[in-house]
């Protein structure tokens, strides 16, 4: 996960991999987000192109791009488009009336950079993102998004200029995450109808329309994953309890003593697409896409066999990722027996996914194909993939799946499930995942 689309477009860097990096301790500005799912298990559908990818990594900028508040000023509302006239001046604009209106004034900050995600192809969005269809079921669909396919969902929940990241250009790099981002115009509008109030100390503040949810890990993420609470965060960067629905007008309660700042694990949410931070520290303990090779060839040397067929079994390329192979281990996942193809058990016309029954132990369940989690960034360690999530069939480290499978993703507007990383499929059962048994060669 571990590099930016092309991170030289962002900052004139050729491109760098932290995880390959140690000893430098986090002394580069370099964190990653990887998008969950990435809906084809490391890749989007059509691929990776440009901004519009399933992960990317924020570098120092060579120059300091960030903003902070700085005048505020109260203007009558048909006035507003006349005050923001200048192009070059960032402003957040809160609609309280129709004739009044408060705008803030930003200025240039030399000590952060700034990064911009949302739905929006502009130039001022560095990590574009689009709904991925949501799934119960089935393998490859996405974990927010609405409907039932595997591809954009038809009406997008997802801001153009959904929120922004300001990065410290200094040790330690703090990072922070505020809703909404600026556009063309270098202004954000929170219209008549948005969330928003005076602070306590005669500041503004609001919500965006659907929202901008963050999910720190209880623990660390790599040595203690434990869920924490989901909260929203507002356009100034405050924490409050989330809304009773996702695009209420009334904002929760604010929580003071969280921050918007993002550590390792934390989770972002923009109402069709979720986003994993990582950060230096955290990538240090993950596979790289050479280490998962290594691992694929390690089970495929193992010779595992079918206990029926026992013919050899052998997991595909990295790369072959939707096509099952005709030497695919496939698994029943109500009980782990790891078996070759076969066309018995199951109900035929609802296909070789519906339940069957085990030849092993009899137990009745999906029977699926297994598939090598190829995202490196979604990985809580660097373990041997001896776990598949159910009911999709992806496979990867014992720590991966448990860590997953305790935490609930957004879905929609107000649901929360959880969900495979690699694919977004709910998991089932009662673990969300299953210890795979594999039958070694006869001879």
Request: proline share 7%.
């Amino acid at each position: 996960v571990v590099t930016a689309g092309d991170p030289s477009a962002l900052t004139g860097s050729p491109p760098i991999d932290p995880v390959i990096l140690p000893g430098l301790n986090g002394v580069l500005h370099i964190k990653s987000l990887v998008l969950i799912p990435p809906s084809h298990n490391g890749s989007l559908a059509n691929g990776d192109k440009g901004r519009r990818r399933s992960r990317l990594a924020l570098y120092k900028r060579p120059k300091a791009n960030g903003v902070k508040p700085d005048v505020i000023h109260n203007v009558s509302t048909p006035l507003v488009s006349k005050a923001l006239s200048n192009k070059s001046q960032h402003s957040i604009s809160y609609t309280l009336s129709r004739s009044h209106s408060v705008i803030v004034e930003y200025t240039h900050d030399i000590n952060t950079d700034m990064f911009q995600i949302g739905r929006s192809t502009e130039s001022m969005i560095d990590f574009v993102v689009t709904d991925t269809a949501g799934s119960s079921s089935g393998h490859g669909g996405g974990a927010t998004g609405e409907g039932g396919g595997g591809g954009q969902s038809a009406q997008s929940t997802i801001s153009r200029y959904a929120c922004r990241i300001m990065c410290e250009r200094s040790a330690p790099y703090t990072a922070r995450i505020y809703a909404a981002g600026f556009d063309s115009s270098k202004n954000i509008f929170l219209g008549e109808r948005a969330a928003k109030w005076r602070t306590s100390d005669g500041l503004m503040d609001g919500l965006t329309t659907n929202g901008v949810l963050v999910m720190h890990p209880a623990g660390e993420f790599v040595s203690e994953p434990a869920p924490g609470v989901w909260r929203e965060i507002s356009v100034c960067g405050n924490v409050f309890a989330l809304r009773e629905t996702r695009s209420a007008q009334q904002r929760g309660k604010l929580v003071e003593n969280e921050s918007n700042t993002l550590q390792d694990g934390s989770l972002i949410d923009l109402c069709g697409a979720t986003l994993l931070w990582r950060t230096p520290a955290g990538l240090r303990h993950i596979p790289t896409l050479k280490q998962l090779e290594s691992l694929r060839q390690e089970l495929n040397a193992a010779r595992p066999q079918c206990p029926v067929g026992f013919n050899t079994l052998a997991f595909p390329s990295l790369a072959q990722r939707e096509i099952v192979d005709k030497k695919q281990p496939w698994v029943y996942v109500n009980c782990g027996h790891v078996h070759g193809y076969h066309n018995w058990g199951y109900r035929k016309e609802k296909g070789p996914t519906s339940p069957g029954e085990c030849p092993m132990c009899r137990r009745v369940g999906p029977y699926v194909p297994l598939w090598l989690g190829c995202e490196g960034g979604l990985y809580l360690d660097a373990g041997p993939p001896t776990h598949a999530f159910c009911p999709c069939g992806h496979v990867c480290s014992e720590k991966t799946v448990v860590g997953w499978s305790q935490i609930p993703l957004p879905h929609g507007t107000h649901a929360f499930h959880a969900a495979c990383p690699f694919c977004g499929t709910w998991l089932t059962g009662e673990q969300g995942h299953v210890k795979l048994i594999f039958q070694g060669p006869v001879d």
